[in-house]
């Protein structure tokens, strides 16, 4: 069974960098989409991003480019940088694998989500 | 980026009754859409995508339906279990976009 676990910083500063880690045991990092997704308290669901075991990446265009994806198939991990935060980036992280059943368009597995507070 | 429209924001049901969701895009998707249930503190977990095509070991009492513009989310007898928040998602063009969610509640 596969299994996500995202880690890193709960609590990032305004205007600096938050970085996460997501950690996937129980299956092979290869060959799939690995996406970031975000949930602000109460509220929706905003796809971040995704990034291929190629290194390749795409992202959700309303982020202008504050985000920064990388793998790392050696240790079955694959990372976020999302720059310059500010409130509106308080949210539950998510890190999930691109579907099988979708082209990898859509999120069969999911991390248990890790909150990150920016605040000073 | 698509926008995508559910309704209605919140449902009360009873357990036995059929429900249904609606999820709208701003513009034909084809059969790109997926739905997800997620339950307080959990992540989303996927139920259907392709429009229709259900995931493995999830009850045959969800059920999709749609294509273009207009998608349903069917559940034909609602269980305790199934009292959650569901969404949409869109995968035809980026940005990947949900929907706003769709609460299930017990009337």
């Known amino acids: 069974q596969v299994q996500l676990q995202e880690s890193g910083p709960g609590l990032v500063k305004p205007s600096e960098t938050l970085s996460l880690t997501c950690t996937v045991s129980g299956g092979s990092i290869s060959r799939y989409y690995w996406n970031w997704i975000r949930q602000p308290a109460g509220k929706g669901l905003e796809w971040i991003g995704r990034i291929y075991t190629s290194g390749r990446t795409n992202d959700n265009t309303s982020l202008k480019s504050r985000v920064t994806m990388s793998i790392d198939t050696s240790k079955n991990q694959f990372s976020l940088k999302l720059s310059s935060v500010t409130a509106a980036d308080t949210a539950v992280y998510y890190c999930?694998?691109?579907?099988?059943?979708?082209?990898?368009?859509?999120?069969?597995?999911w991390g248990q989500g890790t909150l990150v507070t920016v605040s000073s | 980026d698509i926008q995508m429209t559910q309704s209605p924001s919140t449902l009360s049901a009873s357990v036995g009754d059929r429900v249904s969701i609606t999820c709208r895009a701003s513009?034909?998707?084809?059969?790109?859409l997926a739905w997800y249930q997620q339950k307080p503190g959990k992540a989303p977990k996927l139920l259907i995508s392709d429009a229709s095509t259900l995931e493995s070991g999830v009850p045959s009492r969800f059920s999709g339906s749609g294509s273009g513009t207009e998608f349903t989310l069917t559940i034909s007898s609602l269980q305790p279990d199934d009292f959650a928040t569901y969404y949409c998602q869109q995968y035809n063009s980026y940005s990947w976009t949900f929907g706003q969610g769709t609460k299930v509640e017990i009337k």
């Open positions: 513009q034909s998707i084809r059969s790109w």
């Open positions: 999930a694998r691109g579907g099988e059943n979708c082209g990898g368009d859509c999120f069969d597995y």
